[in-house]
């Protein structure tokens, strides 16, 4: 097999840090790592720097013995979309049967939209799930996506990662994979991924023939004359990789129909936080059933209370339950209704509240709705925004990105990439929740986690890990007029937030932009403790800092995974150094102990189904 070795920095996804062995004499003891603090970079000012992905930042890393070192950061492309790697194409769309779909000329279909990037590790060996968040249209408009297992190898000497292969994930059993956004790693070791920008059911049952869900139906199914069904989209993928280098992919049905941005699992191995993107989208939270089994749980909707309005705004949280099921009930509802067999609209505005309709603005979308009898569960999982609307959960948070674990100080992050709209006052709005300052530039939140709560109906939340307060805690700063280099919002604070990723280890938060108000957008290091903010990288312009992972030991070295969307950059920051913590070498023997995650290595690999389920 052709490995592909790529070293220009030019389309990547990652960052390295090598680990305290690597710096000192003495490999097999190597000193434990105190503290990190990164030294951020000027912004580009060259045309050159402008158009390439790079990074000019350092770290300096304080160790327990007293050394101190700085370690400059360097960007390491991976691949970038359109590289041909062990005879596949990066970034290609592929139909329901695994065939790479090509134009008239037999050329594949190539994304610039590279995501979200998971790097794991099954029974010694490494691989990559990254997503294709767009691709290119044909002659029948929307185009399958892509999700994507990479085979890793890593240079146990420096650190150097390599793919050497590539295979599309199968979601042929849930009509293929619609706009895979965000993602992150559970603690069971497997890849939980988004469908951002769910179909509007309502639209579609309007003109099946022409809707874009039907395109990419009779697309993915090379099939011109299918209809598509919306409520197949929209859902939580979760993937496992299996010992035998395969992945198993199945949609999580039970956790709700939204426009996932990405979400994340607390220590419970149960609670799960979303990122709903988009305009007028709500904040849910899931509680399991079983830890490791996200197949049946419960899920709710937040209430946003007002406390405060300046610095983004500050509030309490109060759950309303949705509804509980399993993947398997909601699934089958997916597959036999409609729209209108959930809800009554009507276009009667001067009576429509007198008969029993109510107005809700969810997803953007400002419409009187009725439901219909015995729709309930339907409702509360397959139009989970707007059947939290009818029951008064806030549907006013704008451009909600993606959503982080603090562990150790048990705390959710969720960004906002902008700060405004439905978050601002509007007094003709059908309810104004919130109505905070508005900041353009946007911020990022965070949410203490505690124990005891009770829902909206004074029932008990089934966790310990729930969200009861919301407030700003990062946040960009707008420009009265734009500057000379041709940034609306301040160039030393963050704008326009989308992914972010928290290293334990490092007390750091990496924060990576997604917006026009900074000429280009940077990816940023945030220190929870010194609230020191530092540019630790840049995209080229018009490319979105997107996929970023933070990994604090993996054979002794850590990495930040970094790419950018539309110039189509996958790639890693090398430079990072591993902090393990504990002053021992973790290099892994491929043995039966814990990996450098956390998790159990067992040879047979057979703890857990891809559901995350028991097989004894």
């Not at 420096?158 to 559970?186: K, Q, R, Y």
């Not at 925004?385 to 959503?403: D, H, I, P, Q």
């Not at 986690?449 to 909206?456: A, C, N, P, V």
Request: aromatic share 8%; with cysteine; glycine share 8%.
């Amino acid at each position: 097999m052709k490995k592909r070795k790529i070293v220009a920095p030019l389309l990547s996804l990652a960052v390295l840090f090598p680990s305290a062995s690597n710096v000192f004499a003495h490999p097999h003891k190597p000193v434990a790592v105190q503290k990190v603090e990164f030294v951020g970079m000027d912004a580009p000012d060259t045309d050159q720097e402008r158009s390439m992905m790079y990074s000019d930042a350092s770290v300096v890393v304080t160790y327990k013995n007293g050394a101190q070192k700085t370690l400059p950061l360097k960007y390491q492309s991976l691949f970038q979309p359109g590289d041909v790697i062990n005879g596949k194409t990066a970034g290609a769309a592929y139909d329901a049967n695994g065939k790479m779909i090509t134009n008239p000329e037999g050329k594949p279909y190539v994304s610039t939209s590279p995501d979200s990037n998971t790097l794991l590790k099954v029974n010694g060996k490494l691989y990559m799930v990254n997503h294709y968040e767009g691709m290119p249209s044909n002659n029948i408009g929307n185009m399958p996506k892509s999700m994507v297992l990479n085979t890793v190898e890593q240079n146990r000497k420096t650190g150097e990662l390599t793919v050497t292969d590539m295979n599309p994930i199968d979601f042929s059993a849930d009509g293929g994979i619609w706009t895979p956004c965000a993602g992150s790693l559970t603690p069971w070791n497997t890849h939980l991924g988004s469908e951002e920008y769910e179909p509007d059911a309502r639209a579609h049952e309007a003109n099946p023939e022409k809707s874009s869900v039907t395109q990419f139906a009779r697309n993915y199914y090379q099939d011109n004359t299918i209809i598509g069904n919306p409520y197949l989209y929209g859902h939580l993928p979760e993937v496992k990789v299996n010992a035998n280098g395969t992945a198993k992919a199945v949609k999580h049905y039970s956790m709700g129909r939204l426009s996932f941005e990405n979400v994340k699992v607390a220590p419970d191995n149960r609670t799960v936080y979303y990122g709903d993107d988009g305009s007028y989208t709500m904040s849910f939270m899931y509680v399991a059933d079983k830890e490791r089994n996200l197949s049946a749980g419960t899920l709710y909707a937040a209430k946003w209370i007002q406390t405060g309005e300046q610095n983004g705004g500050s509030a309490d949280l109060q759950w309303i339950k949705l509804g509980h099921a399993t993947d398997a009930e909601i699934k089958k509802l997916a597959q036999k209704v409609k729209f209108s067999d959930i809800f009554e609209t009507t276009t009667d505005v001067a009576n429509a509240k007198a008969n029993g309709f109510t107005r809700v603005k969810a997803g953007g979308r400002d419409e009187w709705l009725k439901l219909k009898p015995g729709m309930e569960k339907a409702a509360a999982f397959l139009e989970s925004r707007r059947y939290g609307a009818l029951l008064g959960a806030t549907s006013e948070f704008n451009k909600m990105e993606t959503v982080e674990l603090n562990k150790a100080d048990n705390k959710m992050y969720m960004t906002m990439s902008t700060i405004a709209g439905g978050m601002t006052a509007n007094p003709k709005d059908p309810v104004d929740d919130i109505h905070v300052s508005k900041i353009n530039a946007g911020g990022v939140y965070e949410m203490p986690l505690s124990r005891g709560q009770k829902d909206r109906d004074g029932n008990k939340i089934n966790s310990k890990y729930v969200a009861n307060k919301i407030n700003g805690l990062v946040l960009g700063e707008d420009l009265p007029v734009k500057d000379a280099a041709g940034n609306s919002a301040n160039p030393d604070k963050i704008s326009n937030p989308d992914n972010i990723v928290y290293s334990e280890k490092m007390r750091t938060l990496f924060i990576a932009e997604d917006g026009g108000m900074h000429h280009n957008n940077y990816g940023w290091a945030f220190n929870v403790d010194t609230k020191k903010l530092s540019r630790i990288v840049s995209a080229p312009d018009e490319g979105e800092v997107t996929g970023i992972q933070a990994i604090d030991n993996l054979n002794g070295f850590a990495y930040l995974m970094v790419g950018s969307q539309n110039p189509g950059n996958v790639g890693y920051l090398s430079g990072l150094p591993s902090v393990a913590g504990n002053g021992e070498d973790d290099r892994d023997d491929d043995d039966d102990r814990d990996d450098d995650y956390g998790h159990r290595d067992d040879d047979d690999d057979n703890n857990n189904d891809q559901n995350g389920n028991n097989d004894d």
